[in-house]
Structure formats: structure tokens, C-alpha cells
């Protein structure tokens, strides 16, 4: 079946510092890839997404790589700051059949960053 | 003007009580979700909607009953709540083709006491 692995949390940086979060997924065929970012108290908003291989989703500074040959899709910014503070949900969505657009989530990661 | 939007967003009750969760979207989609959250904020599908028909009904208990009366609208509701009910608890939605992501409401957060 479909799954997602994230990277094991809490993840706690300086303001300013490079961010990682990795992202590795087991799936059939040529799933969607997700970034979903949850505030405290705050539904999951988009962050970003790539639709097929060696796509790159971009948005507030992060961005993530659709690698078909690693089947990853890590999240990375250049230079964190303390508003960025939440927990990180990497997913897939299983392209067409019986897959009715679910999303299948990774564990989460939650990233402190400190002023 | 909220796209999903969940009432209430905090339900505490006592352990055998029925309670509903409702959840509205003015987005225009013909997909509906209910997500769990667990403690862990570990995230699981259970149920989905297009157009009013159940398309997705991932193992739930059956105490847990969804109703779609029109595509804008999914509600749920739980019958003899139990300890193992807590949980944070999202309304989702999309337009099915073409891989569109999901838009989530803020969440019902239930306690069971």
C-alpha cells in the first residue's frame, strides 16, 4: 500500500538557519506530493506541491523536489524564522483509479524555531 | 468568508453520550473529508464524499456515522462516544480530478471525559 515516512521530530533551529525535513514514499504508478503546514490551533494549510517527477513546489521560501529515482520529496528553506514554528505534513495522493483524491500522510514534524 | 468551516470547534462530553459534528464548504468542490487526528497528530482518513455518495469508508467503527445532505455539507456523527473518540477531528475538501489538494476546516477538537 501507499505510505509516507518523515523525518523523526521535534526539530528545534536558531532563527535564520537552514531547514530540512525529509520525506520518503512508497507508492504504485505517479502519485501528487504535498507539503501541508498545521499552526497551533490552525487546521493543515498547502504549502506546496509537485504533481510529477522532478517537479519543484515552491511557496513562502520553502521548496521541495519530486525525486522519482530516491522516491523523496524533502522540504527545505534557506533561512527559518521564528513565525515559521509549527508541525510539517508530508502526503501523497495515489494518481487516478480508486484513489477518489485521499491523501496519505506522513507522522508530521514539528519544527520550533528560537528568536 | 471561512472556505471550510467546522462547528463546534471544541465538543467535551461524557464517555456513552451521541454527539454531530458539522462542516460546510463555499469553495465549489464535489469532494468532502473527515480526517482524525490522534494525540500524536498522526492523521487518518475516515470517511469521503463526492456528490453526496460515500466513496471512501476506511476501517471506522460503526458507531461513527457520516451524511452528506448536498455536496456542500458533511457531517458526522458518533454514537456511544468512548475514551479512544479523542481526538482532533478535520472536515476536508477538493475537486476530485486532476490532483487537486485539499482544503481543510480548523478542526473539531473533542474530549471525552
Known amino acids: 500500500g501507499n505510505s509516507v515516512t518523515q523525518m523523526e521530530g521535534p526539530v528545534t533551529l536558531s532563527e535564520e538557519a537552514f531547514l530540512t525535513i525529509n520525506c520518503t514514499y512508497t507508492?504504485?504508478?505517479?502519485?501528487?506530493l504535498f507539503w501541508y503546514v498545521q499552526y497551533p490551533g490552525e487546521g493543515l494549510q498547502l504549502l506546496l506541491k509537485a504533481t510529477k517527477a522532478d517537479d519543484k513546489g515552491s511557496n513562502k521560501g520553502f521548496e521541495a523536489t519530486y525525486r522519482k529515482e530516491t522516491t523523496s520529496f524533502h522540504l527545505e528553506k534557506g533561512s527559518v524564522q521564528v513565525s515559521d514554528s509549527a508541525v510539517y505534513f508530508c502526503a501523497l495522493m495515489r494518481a487516478g483509479g480508486t484513489s477518489y483524491g485521499k491523501l496519505t500522510f506522513g507522522q508530521g514534524t514539528i519544527l520550533t524555531v528560537h528568536p | 468568508d471561512t472556505a471550510v468551516s467546522q462547528t463546534p470547534k471544541y465538543l467535551v462530553t461524557q464517555m456513552g453520550n451521541d454527539k454531530s459534528i458539522k462542516c460546510e464548504q463555499n469553495l465549489g468542490h464535489d469532494t468532502m473529508y473527515w480526517y482524525k487526528q490522534d494525540s500524536k497528530k498522526f492523521l487518518k482518513i475516515m470517511f469521503s464524499y463526492n456528490n453526496k455518495e460515500l466513496i471512501i469508508n476506511e476501517t471506522v467503527p460503526n458507531r461513527f456515522s457520516p451524511k452528506s445532505p448536498d455536496k456542500a455539507h458533511l457531517n458526522l456523527h458518533i454514537n456511544s462516544l468512548e475514551l479512544g473518540d479523542s481526538a482532533v477531528y478535520f472536515c476536508?475538501?477538493?475537486?476530485?480530478?486532476?490532483?487537486?489538494?485539499?482544503?481543510f476546516g480548523d478542526g473539531t477538537r473533542l474530549s471525552i471525559l
Open positions: 507508492a504504485t504508478g505517479y502519485p501528487s
Open positions: 476536508a475538501s477538493s475537486q476530485m480530478t486532476g490532483g487537486q489538494p485539499q482544503h
